[in-house]
């Protein structure tokens, strides 16, 4: 593997799933832990998602890769949201831009975080093609590690635009919004066990696995990070980090079930 590489590997999400309960944030990040998921992404604009995450890791934060993010135009405002994620045991081990937000405003503070040892990394984010030429300005720059965007069979914007540039640049990928983002429209169709069967060989048992396993399958993608509010889910959807690299052929099957 190389240096730059993270993965591939599933990790978990934490938008919207928790809704501010924390006895439900620590079963699902306990579920997800249990079955050996260890990168988990975060954002101070996920309301309560990243004191969630902070309680549930306490105890079990040695071998965890934290993600989150700064979201907020002010440098100093910034720094106030860095500070509150010293609930992260003292470090981070990526930081990133969140949405594209002030990033050459925050870059040189959190350069100087990483020079200093309490970030291990610098990524930015965007949830939208629509702001791919401004990621892309960004990324050019040099200055991050990691690139944050959507991806799954049926949003391959990134395949065409931030994936060649992540690769050419040596910038990890982290993959968001792999269901198509709350609500899942990409697995509202569950094929059929018939329809699945093609799959079954290469150690997918459920659809969600599948699409799953067809991101990781590229090999520029690093970290796919799906959010659930269910224990049981995110342990199915750790199972897909565990499967072999799946073959051209099987992908093909999953872009014909999804689309
Ligand atoms: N701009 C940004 O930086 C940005 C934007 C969007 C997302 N993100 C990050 O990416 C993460 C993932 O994206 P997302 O949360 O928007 O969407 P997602 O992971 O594509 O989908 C989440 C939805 O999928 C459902 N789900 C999860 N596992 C399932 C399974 N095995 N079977 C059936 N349904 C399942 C969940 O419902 P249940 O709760 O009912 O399981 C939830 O509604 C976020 O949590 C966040 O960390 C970042």
């Given at each position: 593997m190389e240096e730059r590489r993270l993965g591939p590997v599933v990790g978990l999400g934490t938008w919207?799933?928790?809704?501010?309960d924390r006895g439900l944030a620590r079963e699902v990040i306990g579920s997800a832990l249990d079955a050996g998921v260890c990168v988990f992404d975060s954002s101070?604009?996920?309301?309560a998602a990243e004191a969630s995450l902070g309680e549930a890791l306490q105890?079990?934060?040695?071998g965890t890769f934290v993600a989150t993010k700064i979201w907020t135009p002010r440098v100093d405002e910034g720094r106030r949201q860095y500070e509150a994620q010293?609930?992260?045991?003292?470090?981070?081990?990526l930081e990133q831009v969140h949405n594209l937000v002030a990033w050459q405003e925050h870059l040189p503070w959190l350069e100087a975080e990483r020079e200093a040892g309490r970030i291990d990394r610098i990524g930015v984010t965007h949830?939208?093609?629509?702001a791919f030429d401004e990621l892309e300005r960004a990324l050019s720059t040099g200055r991050f590690d990691t690139v944050q965007v959507p991806l799954n069979p049926l949003e391959r914007a990134a395949e065409r635009r931030i994936l060649p540039l992540a690769e050419e640049r040596g910038i990890a990928v982290v993959v968001m919004?792999?269901?198509?983002?709350?609500?899942a429209p990409l697995l509202r169709r569950q094929p059929s066990a018939a329809e699945l069967a093609p799959l079954?060989?290469?150690?997918?048992?459920?659809w969600a696995q599948a699409v799953l396993a067809w991101i990781l399958a590229?090999?520029?993608?690093d970290v796919v990070i799906p959010a659930t509010s269910r224990p049981e889910r995110a342990r199915e959807n750790a199972g897909?980090?565990?499967?072999p690299t799946l073959p051209a052929e099987a992908r093909a099957v999953v872009e014909r079930l999804a689309s």
């Open positions: 919207q799933t928790f809704a501010g101070p604009m996920y309301g105890g079990r934060r040695d010293r609930r992260f045991f003292g470090r981070v081990e949830y939208s093609p629509g919004e792999p269901f198509g983002g709350t609500g079954r060989e290469h150690g997918i048992e459920t590229d090999p520029r993608v897909a980090g565990e499967l």
